[in-house]
Nanobody, 126 residues
């Protein structure tokens, strides 16, 4: 079984920065792609970023390109989401996610992911 735990959320003013962390317990996820998704109030969950096991393949949603950076430290079994120049529209609960089996290509499809964290609230004030 895999447990994912996000941390680092909070309240920040527009233009500010936050870094989310996603730690894992149970099965090591070194060979797994990892993804970040978010869900704003009244909206469906949407893809934010994904990274393959080595960090060589990274995908971003157009809405966060140039502002967010996904990275991972396999030695620490942790994935990060550095968020800069935050906007009020970035306000959401952010989830990290992992698939059930190792995959080579990161996916933006939430249905490709089986394990989800509990979520971290990010609130950006204007």
């Amino acid at each position: 079984q895999v447990q994912l735990v996000e941390s680092g959320g909070g309240l920040v003013q527009a233009g500010g920065s936050l870094r989310l962390s996603c730690g894992t317990s149970g099965r090591t996820l070194i060979k797994y792609t990892m993804g970040w998704f978010r869900q704003a109030p009244g909206k469906e969950r949407e893809f934010v970023a994904a990274i393959n096991w080595s960090g060589a393949l990274i995908y971003y949603a157009d809405s966060v390109k140039g502002r967010f950076t996904i990275s991972r430290d396999n030695a620490k079994n942790t994935v990060y989401l550095q968020m800069n120049n935050l906007k009020p529209d970035d306000t959401a609960v952010y989830y990290c996610a992992a698939p059930n089996i190792p995959t080579m290509i990161p996916s933006s499809d939430e249905h490709e992911y089986k394990y989800w964290g509990q979520g971290a609230q990010v609130t950006v004030s204007s």
